[in-house]
């Protein structure tokens, strides 16, 4: 099982970048994929959920708005499209798959990408 993440890069504040995270080893339609990230020093944090139809999505407050999360069944692609980001937005983030609902909890989710870094300067 791969979880390939991309997308990230250096972005000016009030800027928008869109990751993606492909999938491939696993029938990817029948597990939730959530977005996580982490910034250097801190504990890897919950962004956002989205179950395997697309119907459920979850956000955590701080993204509510601002972030959205899609998924592409037949490209075995999930989306997180970020829009008025911050400096403290600025992390390495992870896409992670589970089968069941949308969760929050890092111990939730099974399978994990590599990460791709978001910097958003000032």
């Known amino acids: 099982v791969q979880l390939q993440a991309s997308g990230g890069g250096l972005v000016q504040a009030g800027g928008s970048l869109r990751l993606s995270c492909r999938a491939s080893?696993?029938?990817?339609?029948?597990?939730?994929v959530g977005w996580f990230r982490q910034a250097p020093g801190k504990e890897r944090e919950f962004v956002a959920a989205i179950n395997r139809s697309g119907g459920d999505t979850d956000y955590a407050d701080s993204v509510k708005g601002l972030f959205t999360i899609s998924r592409d069944n037949a490209k075995n692609t999930v989306y997180l499209q970020m829009i008025s980001l911050k400096p403290e937005d600025t992390a390495v983030y992870y896409c992670?798959?589970?089968?069941?609902?949308?969760?929050?909890?890092?111990?939730?989710?099974?399978?994990w990408g590599q990460g791709t870094l978001v910097t958003v300067s000032s």
């Open positions: 080893g696993l029938t990817f339609s029948i597990y939730t």
């Open positions: 992670a798959a589970r089968y069941g609902y949308t969760g929050r909890r890092v111990d939730e989710y099974v399978y």
